[in-house]
């Protein structure tokens, strides 16, 4: 993956603008072009997320992907959003009082 684009997929992420069907009121996160329930009869607009949920599975990353080598270890997790779409990221925190079902919040680092 180039460098500008990692960049512009953590702008996204950290953003968590997604889409919102104003026809079905479906969310949806990556941001979607057409809303696969209504198709053509789909309103999407632009939705930020308040990026609140709660842990739905996690992993604890002990051998780290290059760069990441000083963080570990350090959690990797699904995330299911109060609106509904789930999304992958790191979760901070001991990954000893990692738990399925934990409340997290967004943090920006
Ligand atoms: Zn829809």
Known sequence: MSVPRFWRKQVARYNLIGTHCTNCGAYYYPPRNMCPTCRRDGKLENFKFSGKGELLTYTVIHTAAEGFEKQTPYVLGI???????????QIIGDP????????VRPVFR
Do not use: D, Y
Request: no cysteine; hydrophobic share 35%.
């Open 79 to 89: 995330v299911k959003l109060e609106e509904g779409p789930s999304l992958t990221s």
């Open 96 to 103: 000893a009082s990692m738990r399925i079902g934990l409340k």
